[in-house]
């Protein structure tokens, strides 16, 4: 056993079908009577649902949450709760709408209660992010954790398909990184494990039947523990070219996960060999990468970044970027090995055995 630190995140987990009723008891308990509820347009009529359910302790329900949180968009929400003097903030959704109440949580200190409805993990860090003039700041803070969480897989119900492939796959990316993450713990790492193995079992499930009540409960439970992972210890490589490139090329989040997770895998599989054999035991499979390869096309979600709109002019400059600041990963991080990696994910090719 090597040494490790594991500093746990104090957040409170409600979990279960129908546990949103639970919302008002929820914010009572963390004393909060003028809740300012969020949401993303898209998710108004369940954001108005959960306002409805706090009744008196909601005074305003705000749904222009934005993915990867556009500044001015913090800046108007962080406006109106200063306005209804707002005592805590519920963010609704994926993490667009939870990305918007960690903004309120940092400029003014605000609690904030997460209902999370996709897979994505935010609810569980202390990550905020928030972006201007196209480049996305990420920075830690305690403040912005969440206190309280709520997982109710009916409110996964409706989402679709290809989103909760996607976005079940973006959690399988947290779990993965933390397995051969220079931090990791073996704490985190039996998380990891339990939520590749929960995520590869229940996605296939949803779908095939996006009402599987059952599945989506694993789903969402694969999605805690990998959010945990995420919280807990540092991300590499996939991480990292994710970020540059739904930033610099305006690629959606959670499809640019799909897409890179099977080639950082293969990219790290020599220089992380326990982490690849406890991924591929998870998924079911002998080999890590191309399992992951798998499973994203079992889901019919997208394996190439062609087909998500980059060109393959855009490669290089994306290169460049993915190398620009050095961070830790398993395999040493190469222009020449980035490129490969890329052209690989742009064709979208099955990665070869590790
Ligand atoms: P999202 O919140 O934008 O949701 C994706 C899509 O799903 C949207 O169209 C939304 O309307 C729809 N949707 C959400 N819930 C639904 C439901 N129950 N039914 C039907 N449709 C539903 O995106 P996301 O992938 O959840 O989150 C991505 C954002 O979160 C990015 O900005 C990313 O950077 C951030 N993020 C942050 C962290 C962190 O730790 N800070 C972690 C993961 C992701």
Same mark, same amino acid.
């Given at each position: 056993?090597?040494?490790?630190?594991?500093?746990?995140?104090?957040?409170? &987990? #409600?979990?279960?079908?129908?546990? &949103?009723?639970?919302?008002?008891?929820?914010? !009572?308990?963390? /004393?909060?009577?003028?809740?300012?509820?969020?949401?993303?347009?898209?998710?108004?009529?369940?954001?108005?649902?959960?306002?409805?359910?706090?009744?008196?302790?909601?005074?305003?329900?705000?749904?222009?949450?934005?993915?990867?949180?556009? @500044?001015?968009?913090?800046?108007?929400?962080?406006?109106?709760?200063?306005?209804?003097?707002?005592?805590?903030?519920?963010?609704?959704?994926?993490?667009?709408?939870? /990305?918007?109440?960690?903004? @309120?949580?940092?400029?003014?200190?605000?609690?904030?209660?997460?209902?999370? *409805?996709?897979?994505?993990?935010?609810?569980?860090? +202390?990550?905020?992010?928030?972006?201007?003039?196209? &480049?996305?700041?990420?920075?830690?803070?305690?403040?912005?954790? =969440?206190? *309280?969480?709520?997982?109710?897989?009916?409110?996964?119900?409706?989402? =679709?398909?290809?989103?909760?492939?996607?976005?079940?796959?973006?959690?399988?990316?947290?779990? #993965?990184?933390?397995?051969?993450?220079?931090?990791?713990?073996? @704490?985190?790492?039996?998380?990891?494990?339990?939520?590749?193995?929960?995520?590869?079992?229940?996605?296939?499930?949803?779908?095939?039947?996006?009402?599987?009540?059952?599945?989506?409960?694993?789903?969402?439970?694969?999605?805690?523990?990998?959010?945990?992972?995420?919280?807990? #210890?540092?991300?590499?490589?996939?991480?990292?070219?994710?970020?540059?490139?739904?930033?610099?090329?305006?690629?959606?989040? !959670?499809?640019?996960? *799909?897409?890179?997770?099977?080639?950082?895998?293969?990219?790290?599989?020599?220089?992380?060999?326990?982490?690849?054999?406890?991924?591929?035991?998870?998924?079911?499979?002998?080999?890590? =990468?191309?399992?992951?390869?798998?499973?994203?096309?079992?889901?019919?979600?997208?394996?190439?970044?062609?087909?998500?709109?980059?060109?393959?002019?855009?490669?290089?400059?994306?290169?460049?970027?993915?190398?620009?600041?050095?961070? +830790?990963?398993?395999?040493? #991080?190469?222009?020449?090995?980035?490129? /490969?990696?890329?052209?690989?994910?742009?064709?979208?090719?099955? =990665?070869?055995?590790?």
């Amino acid at each position: 056993m090597r040494d490790f630190i594991y500093d746990t995140l104090p957040i409170r &987990v #409600v979990f279960g079908p129908g546990q &949103v009723s639970q919302i008002a008891v929820e914010a !009572a308990r963390l /004393g909060l009577g003028r809740v300012l509820v969020l949401s993303t347009p898209g998710q108004r009529a369940l954001g108005q649902r959960v306002t409805h359910l706090l009744g008196a302790r909601a005074v305003g329900f705000h749904a222009y949450a934005k993915m990867h949180v556009p @500044i001015e968009v913090g800046a108007a929400a962080v406006g109106e709760a200063r306005t209804l003097k707002a005592d805590g903030a519920v963010a609704v959704g994926g993490g667009s709408a939870i /990305g918007l109440g960690k903004i @309120i949580a940092r400029d003014l200190g605000l609690p904030l209660l997460a209902v999370p *409805t996709t897979y994505s993990g935010s609810e569980m860090t +202390a990550i905020w992010g928030q972006t201007e003039a196209g &480049v996305k700041t990420t920075a830690r803070d305690p403040k912005v954790l =969440p206190r *309280t969480v709520i997982y109710d897989p009916e409110l996964t119900m409706a989402l =679709p398909r290809a989103t909760s492939a996607t976005s079940g796959m973006n959690a399988v990316a947290h779990a #993965v990184e933390a397995l051969y993450a220079a931090d990791a713990n073996p @704490i985190t790492s039996i998380m990891a494990e339990q939520s590749i193995a929960a995520l590869a079992q229940s996605l296939p499930r949803i779908v095939a039947d996006p009402n599987n009540i059952g599945a989506r409960g694993d789903a969402l439970y694969g999605a805690w523990l990998a959010g945990v992972a995420l919280g807990a #210890v540092g991300m590499a490589l996939h991480h990292k070219l994710c970020h540059t490139l739904g930033g610099a090329f305006n690629l959606p989040h !959670a499809e640019v996960h *799909t897409v890179i997770l099977p080639h950082a895998a293969a990219y790290n599989a020599a220089a992380a060999p326990e982490a690849m054999a406890r991924i591929a035991a998870a998924l079911g499979t002998s080999d890590a =990468p191309q399992g992951l390869f798998d499973l994203a096309r079992r889901l019919g979600a997208p394996t190439s970044l062609a087909a998500l709109g980059l060109k393959d002019t855009d490669l290089d400059h994306a290169a460049d970027l993915a190398i620009a600041n050095p961070y +830790a990963n398993p395999a040493v #991080v190469t222009r020449a090995g980035i490129c /490969g990696l890329l052209d690989d994910a742009y064709h979208g090719r099955r =990665p070869a055995e590790a």
